[in-house]
């Protein structure tokens, strides 16, 4: 359901619908999916003409009877229940058909590319399956609808897929026969459209008369319907999409972010910039009527062997072999001269789902830190390559991602040793009455100051910044530490895909700000470990200094005063970690093989440290 209302969103632009053509790709090649499609090619037949006619938003029809309350307008008002009703149906048939895995055999025979899977073996090993749902049939008013294509691409377990880049690739190819627009907004299955305008609103910068033939890309910002208002998790990138993102606007651009993005054709595909390329926006689509053999062309053009010996994934399409696909293209297309725009208008364009669970977020970032990192490393590092081909700003903006990964090592070496050396009162820092204190203690406020009335700026909460400072370090001392290993050491990629379905207990409790451990892994037990090392080390100050006298407290705190404040404020934002390992009981808690081996593995680090 969650993908049909994001097709259904973008069909529903406020765009003629004769240049409109929809192409949902389904990696998993999933006949259930397929079946979810050919209900909301039917569904599409009321649902666009009643967002014509009563102009709503958002054009999700989920999204849109959820926050909807009933017309006053009496016609208005039956066609609401209507379509509701319609949309009510469609959602039993397809939740119905997806809980008993397949679909029946009397609903194959409705539509004949069920016959597609027939000779289906597995999703990592079929032929490529393409079909075209609606060829400007007209909805139920007479007016034409968009083209609307289901592509599952070709796979074989003797040929590497290449995650989400192989799949945009297809589709590139697949839609140049079809409908061949010179315009791609590209979206992921998870983010519906929230603005009927941002068709037009991004075709506006194309079209710039002065301005508009640099322009490669337009990026909207990510935004997220499921993040609470303190934010657990720092979901909400609010900084980034507030601050970082139009930073990078006014130097050349945005990166390119993988989703809710309006790129060119033949900018994707490789063209360099050479000052006058503009779009003739007088040419049409070429919409041919596609007939079956056209149908076995374009299946070609979506089978694993194709791009073997063409530019693909190297200077056409989107690149290859790094897990931020997008970010490498984007910065590939600024390298070649061209511009992108970052419009973020004050009605979201697209919304989507973030991470609910610790682990969910922290694998997440482990990917893109690690993708950005191999960007620095790769030919177009924003260092050695993007030099004199872009602005210094755009190269610093890319850097600030680039190096996520290697900033876990000063993370955590600041997370760990001035709380072991309180252990033995060794300073580190200068005392509080030399001069040497002031700049620690500059950068510490400063920081702090500037980083918290930032978020407040740009809309959080004092809570959401607390809570984001935590899922920061987490990130640094997890995610970005194993992604910065695992590229130093040189293990495999992968794009682990986030899970877009929740159970109703991690729902409640997301809800309710709770967060959610969960997962035993690495990373988390990682996490909890720095989490009791710097609990012990501060409980042992507090015991030591129960026993010193005045003067030498006094004393003690004035030379230990930064590592005290490290570790204090370390403990403070640990506080629900300590909770979720020594109180909660739901399934929510940290798992008890995590607990025991963080707890013996910090004690073992502090009673070495203090024995050394
Ligand atoms: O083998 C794959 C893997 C993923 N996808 C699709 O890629 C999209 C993004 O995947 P998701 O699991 O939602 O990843 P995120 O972590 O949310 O991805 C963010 O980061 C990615 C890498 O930078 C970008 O590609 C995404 O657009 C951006 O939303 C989804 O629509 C997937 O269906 C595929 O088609 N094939
Ligand atoms: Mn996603």
């Known amino acids: 359901m969650m993908v049909i209302n994001t097709v259904l969103s973008v069909m529903a632009y406020d765009y003629p619908p004769e240049k409109l053509a929809v192409y949902l790709s389904d990696d998993g090649g999933s006949e259930l999916t397929f079946y979810a499609l050919t209900q909301a090619a039917m569904f599409s037949k009321h649902w666009l003409p009643y967002c014509r006619n009563y102009k709503i938003e958002p054009r999700s029809p989920a999204a849109y009877f959820k926050s909807a309350s009933?017309?006053?307008?009496?016609?208005?008002?039956?066609?609401?229940?209507?379509?509701?009703?319609?949309?009510?149906?469609?959602?039993?048939?397809?939740?119905?058909?997806?809980?008993s895995g397949r679909v029946p055999d009397e609903l194959r025979l409705e539509h004949e590319g069920f016959s597609e899977w027939d000779s289906f073996t597995s999703p990592r090993d079929h032929a490529a399956i393409v079909k075209i749902l609606l060829d400007h049939n007209d909805d139920n008013e007479g007016q034409s609808l968009p083209n609307l294509v289901y592509m599952a691409r070709e796979k074989r377990p003797s040929h590497f897929h290449n995650f989400k880049a192989g799949a945009m690739n297809a589709l590139i190819r697949v839609s140049s026969k079809i409908s061949n627009g010179s315009i791609i907004l590209n979206v992921d299955c998870d983010m519906y459209s929230n603005s009927s305008?941002?068709?037009?609103?991004?075709?506006?910068?194309?079209?710039?008369?002065?301005?508009?033939?640099?322009?490669?890309?337009?990026?909207?910002?990510?935004?997220?319907?499921?993040?609470?208002?303190?934010?657990?998790?720092?979901?909400?990138?609010?900084?980034?999409?507030?601050?970082?993102?139009?930073?990078?606007?006014?130097n050349g651009g945005p990166m390119y972010v993988g989703t809710g993005c309006f790129h060119r054709r033949d900018i994707l595909l490789g063209k360099n910039f050479d000052g006058e390329s503009r779009i003739d926006w007088t040419l049409e689509n070429d919409h041919n009527d596609t007939t079956e053999n056209m149908i076995e062309e374009i299946k070609n053009l979506a089978s694993c062997t194709f791009e073997i010996d063409t530019e693909w994934g190297k200077e056409m399409g989107l690149k290859y072999g790094c897990p931020v696909e997008d970010v490498i293209t984007g910065l590939s297309i600024h390298c070649r001269g061209w511009k992108s725009v970052f419009y973020n208008p004050k009605r979201e364009a697209f919304i989507g789902v973030s991470a609910t669970t610790l682990d969910q977020i922290l694998v997440q970032h482990k990917r893109w830190s690690e993708g950005d990192l191999m960007v620095l490393l790769s030919k177009y590092s924003p260092l050695w390559y993007g030099l004199g081909r872009v602005n210094p700003g755009l190269i610093m903006g890319y850097l600030m991602y680039c190096l996520w990964a290697p900033s876990s090592v000063p993370t955590l070496y600041y997370s760990i040793i001035p709380s072991l050396c309180l252990l033995k009162g060794v300073p580190l820092f200068p005392t509080v009455t030399s001069e040497w204190f002031l700049p620690f203690a500059y950068v510490i406020f400063a920081i702090c100051a500037f980083d918290y009335l930032e978020f407040l700026w740009c809309g959080g909460t004092t809570r959401g910044w607390w809570n984001d400072r935590r899922i920061w370090l987490y990130k640094r001392t997890s995610s970005y530490l194993y992604a910065f290993l695992d590229t130093i050491l040189g293990s495999d990629l992968s794009f682990v895909i986030?899970?877009?379905?929740?159970?109703?207990?991690?729902?409640?409790?997301?809800?309710?700000?709770?967060?959610?451990?969960?997962?035993?892994?690495?990373?988390?037990?990682?996490?909890?470990?720095?989490?009791?090392?710097?609990?012990?080390?501060?409980?042992?100050?507090?015991?030591k200094s129960m026993l010193m006298d005045t003067t030498t407290r006094r004393v003690y705190y004035e030379t230990m005063a930064v590592h005290v404040v490290l570790c204090a404020a370390l403990v403070a934002l640990n506080m629900p970690l300590y909770w979720a390992l020594f109180v909660r009981k739901d399934n929510g808690k940290i798992p008890d093989s995590v607990t025991i081996k963080s707890v013996i593995l910090a004690l073992f680090i502090s009673i070495i440290f203090y024995l050394l």
């Open 498 to 543: 986030s899970s877009k379905v929740m159970d109703n207990d991690v729902k409640a409790r997301h809800e309710k700000e709770i967060m959610e451990f969960g997962v035993a892994s690495p990373l988390t037990t990682t996490v909890a470990t720095i989490a009791m090392l710097n609990l012990v080390c501060l409980l042992r100050l507090v015991m």
């Open 70 to 99: 009933r017309p006053s307008n009496t016609k208005h008002d039956r066609d609401y229940i209507f379509v509701k009703k319609l949309f009510e149906e469609m959602k039993d048939r397809i939740e119905n058909v997806t809980n």
């Open 197 to 250: 305008d941002t068709v037009r609103d991004a075709l506006c910068f194309f079209m710039d008369e002065e301005k508009g033939h640099e322009i490669a890309f337009v990026q909207y910002p990510q935004c997220f319907e499921n993040v609470t208002k303190n934010e657990v998790y720092g979901g909400s990138m609010r900084v980034l999409r507030e601050v970082d993102f139009h930073g990078m606007d006014g």
